[in-house]
């Protein structure tokens, strides 16, 4: 078996959040957001097109989406599409060098300056406001 | 008849006379006959500043010696000793017990590496994606045909790469990388960092031909800036730094 | 086509698409979340020319941007020639599927074929 032969961690060794700090959860959420997202959006581009049943068919799925269940839904996209974008920004700014630190001789203990403080408080705002965007958008559903 | 000593005693390590002791588990897994890994169980005294590899090589000279490890220098310097030890790549011999605050020490060989036996691992892979990124100065001309015969540097552009010519191919980062953990042609943190260490020297004309070699399926943008490898590495050459550097170039933000 | 021209692309999407999803999200917002559901204000929101394109406009970024990321989540799970052939393709016809579908229902209602 190829996998067996290269060693290799698998699906379970890169979903993993708990060894490496926070930047792993971030890599794990990302994905995770990732495929939500475009779930949600093959599923709202479907949805919508009830439009062309006329009045009747877009009630008939409006109501489908207006239950306590579809709001819960609705709240964990809103939460995903947040994190994922203020921590895609994150992700970007870091992939074109920015905020990654300057090459130095580097000291004992070897603390990465890639790993700094810039990055993990960027994946910090980016749960914290996703966390405050899911509770507006509750409170915005749940309201009415 | 003398004796040829053997590898362990070789290693002349002093018995150690604490009082404290761990228990070391170790992985033992011959891909030849077994189908699954298994572990032994040794119970090892300590000392404050004993390391994992010391408690290793007391397992090999005292209770059974087929146990396979790969090492050489004991000082972080050769990178042959890296393995997973309580669920993280570490170099054995850069690893004090003590520090891991465990009363039992796990130890596997790394991960994303071919097993050879029990501890030891296959390192032809990062060797090859290492060659593949060409990690020797490119130019047209040499110092021997130059008036200069040598290439002058000033200490700043020196700073742009020296922490990443620490790299000691451990393969530490490998074995920690996310995509490595599934990705079976990705280049690979170690290969990446490296290329930028080249790319970056003032020295190098070979910018161009390299950034076309990681541009590919399986090349730099399989990096997701996770970190992982720079976190483990135990010489401070911080791959995710160097990576983004040089995905700087590829996206304009840096020439 | 290079790795580094997709990835490009890839980060361009996102960035239009953040600017783009917000005045949609706000639209619902600024016209209180259940009024703007409503079938007379959503006909009304797709009449409205510069709306419908850039709902079309979204669809075309979002569908590039995360049939693209699912590629490359795709292609670092399993490796192998056949397969990574059958992960691209397949996610470009994906794409094309899903912004033909989407096209659809932006065009039949903007031009009043309901």
């Not at chain 1, 839904?73 to 060098?97: E, K, P, S, Y």
């Not at chain 1, 910090?124 to 406001?129: F, R």
């Not at chain 2, 990178?79 to 796990?106: D, Q, Y």
Request: glycine share 8%; hydrophobic share 40%.
């Amino acid at each position: 078996m190829a996998n067996q032969d290269e060693n290799k961690e698998g699906i379970g060794g890169m979903i993993n959040p708990r060894r490496y700090g926070i930047e792993r959860v971030a890599y794990l959420l990302m994905r995770l957001s990732g495929l939500g997202l475009l779930a949600y959006f093959i599923g709202h581009i479907y949805e919508t097109s009830s439009i062309l049943k006329g009045q009747i068919g877009w009630n008939e799925f409006l109501a489908i989406t207006q239950t306590n269940a579809g709001h819960a839904i609705l709240a964990i996209v809103i939460a995903m599409c947040v994190f994922h974008t203020v921590n895609g920004i994150r992700v970007m700014l870091g992939h074109g060098g920015v905020g990654v630190g300057k090459p130095a001789r580097p000291d004992y203990p070897y603390i990465p300056a890639s790993q700094n403080i810039r990055h993990k408080m960027g994946i910090y705002s980016a749960i914290i406001l996703a966390a405050i965007a899911m509770m507006y958008g509750l409170a915005v559903m749940f309201g009415e | 008849m003398a004796q040829t000593p053997t590898l362990a005693e070789e290693s002349g390590s002093t018995p150690f006379s604490s009082s404290q002791s761990i228990t070391l588990r170790i992985a033992r897994y011959n891909p030849q006959h077994d189908s699954v890994k298994s572990f032994m169980e040794f119970q090892i005294p300590y000392e404050k500043w004993t390391t994992v590899l010391e408690a290793i090589l007391e397992v090999k000279k005292h209770f059974d010696h087929s146990v396979a490890v790969r090492y050489s220098c004991r000082q972080a310097t050769c990178g042959s000793c890296g393995m997973i030890i309580n669920g993280k790549p570490r170099l054995a011999c850069f690893t004090k017990i003590s520090e891991l605050n465990s009363n039992v020490i796990t130890v596997e060989p790394m991960n994303n590496f071919p097993i050879i036996r029990d501890l030891a691992v296959k390192f032809d892979r990062l060797f090859d994606t290492h060659h593949k990124i060409k990690p020797y100065l490119i130019r047209n001309d040499t110092e021997i045909t130059t008036n200069t015969k040598e290439f002058l540097q000033s200490p700043e552009e020196l700073e742009q790469y020296i922490q990443f010519s620490n790299c000691i191919k451990c393969g530490l980062c490998n074995s920690a990388c996310p995509t490595m953990a599934t990705d079976s042609s990705f280049v690979g943190p170690q290969a990446l960092a490296q290329a930028y260490r080249y790319v970056a020297d003032s020295r190098d004309k070979g910018k161009d031909n390299r950034l076309k070699i990681i541009d590919d399926s399986h090349g730099i943008w399989r990096c997701h800036f996770a970190g992982s490898c720079s976190q483990v590495c135990p010489k401070g050459v911080d791959p995710a730094m160097g990576i983004q550097l040089l995905r700087g170039y590829m996206l304009g933000f840096r020439s | 086509m290079r790795e580094s021209i997709i990835m490009k692309i890839h980060y361009g999407t996102a960035l239009a698409a953040i600017a783009l999803v917000a005045v949609h999200i706000l639209m619902r917002l600024t016209q209180g979340f259940a009024e703007s559901l409503e079938y007379d204000s959503v006909i009304a929101n797709y009449k409205f020319l510069p709306y419908a394109g850039m709902l079309e406009i979204i669809l075309i970024l979002l569908s590039i941007h995360g049939f693209n990321g699912l590629r490359v989540i795709l292609l670092e799970l399993k490796q192998g020639q056949r397969y990574e052939k059958a992960v691209s393709y397949g996610c470009v016809a994906a794409m094309i599927t899903l912004i033909a579908y989407g096209s659809r229902t932006i065009i039949m209602v903007n031009t009043g074929m309901t």
